[in-house]
């Protein structure tokens, strides 16, 4: 037969673990939100790393130097350091202005991506 102050000492030794248990699992629960959120955060960076931000802008076509380039004035862009007015090469694929007949003095709206050295055209549209 158990003694009474066995059970109570029993009692005691079973609360003191799981308060010993308790610091250690918030401990490892935050471990492993801040890897999620470190990840996470990674991924976001990752992503803008891989696919830089596009540049919308309006502005009007000069000419079309060749079937892969297209000359534009346009608005200022802050985030690619140009100026109003400036004249742009845009690299393009014969495909993302044939439906569009494009002459020199039309107006556009264009969002641009930089790869490299080029500046490369996401897409173009004709004002309304």
Not at 13 to 30: D, F, I, K, N, V
Not at 99 to 117: C, T
Request: proline content about 6%; glycine content about 8%; cysteine-free.
């Amino acid at each position: 037969m158990i003694s009474g102050r066995t059970r109570q000492a029993d009692a005691g030794w079973t609360r003191s673990s799981a308060s010993l248990r308790s610091p250690a699992r918030t401990r490892g629960l935050l471990v492993i939100l801040f890897v999620v959120l470190v990840a996470t955060f990674a991924a976001g960076l990752w992503g803008t790393i891989l696919r830089p931000a596009a540049y919308e802008v309006q502005g009007q076509v000069v000419a079309r130097a060749s079937p892969n380039l297209l000359l534009v004035r346009h608005e200022a862009i802050a985030g690619l350091g140009m100026s109003a007015m400036e004249t742009m090469a845009v690299s393009v694929t014969p495909e993302q202005l044939a439906p569009l007949d494009l002459k020199p003095g039309d107006r556009v709206r264009l969002a641009v991506r930089p790869r490299g050295d080029d500046i490369v055209l996401v897409w173009i549209e004709k004002p309304r």
